[in-house]
């Protein structure tokens, strides 16, 4: 049997399964952090070995002792396997740590933590913009009603349809 074969995907996946049951219900052992998951499992073509590759959601001293706790159960994990994955033979385990998830939540919270950086960056900046135009900079001097002429007005851009039917007050015009 290959290592990639369709056979051994799928007694990866129920060596898996099963291994996660077993790990999450059985093994009463209090080194084992609850937080505790398999990432992956490798059962060699021969069945004699599979590399279970473990990530624990917690510090240091959690993964170290989970892994102890892990290697000390192996015995009555494969056993235990034995009894619920029908196997020719049952396959020797090695615990292997695996930080793929850890690494990943470590890269979220940098992610979330430059985007964080930038909005309050641009918060500030946006501020700054706003302090830096204010009504009192702008006086009633730079604006001058002189430059514009009653002669730049001409009576060709007034056109009878512009005039409405009533003036201000509300009465008729009459032609």
Known sequence: ??????????????????????INRDIKDPRID?????????????LKTAKVYISVLG???ARVATLKGLK?????????????????????????????????VNMFK?????????????IKDEDIKDEDIE?????DDDIDNDDIEDDDIEDDDIEDD??????????????
């Open 135 to 139: 009504d009192d900079d702008i006086e």
């Open 110 to 122: 940098l992610i979330n933590e430059v985007n964080k950086n930038s909005r309050d960056k641009d």
């Open 59 to 61: 510090d240091e001293e």
């Open 162 to 175: 512009d005039i409405e039917g009533e003036d201000i007050e509300g009465e008729d015009i009459k032609e």
């Open 1 to 22: 049997m290959r290592k990639n074969s369709i056979k051994n995907t799928r007694i990866n996946g129920e060596v898996q399964r099963a291994l996660s049951n077993l």
């Open 72 to 104: 000390s159960a192996a015995p009555f994990i494969r056993g235990q396997l034995a009894r619920t994955v029908n196997l020719r033979n049952t396959p020797e385990i090695i615990f292997i740590m695996d930080n793929s998830i850890e690494y990943g």
């Open 34 to 46: 609850p937080m505790t998951s398999i990432v992956a499992v490798e059962v060699a073509p021969d």
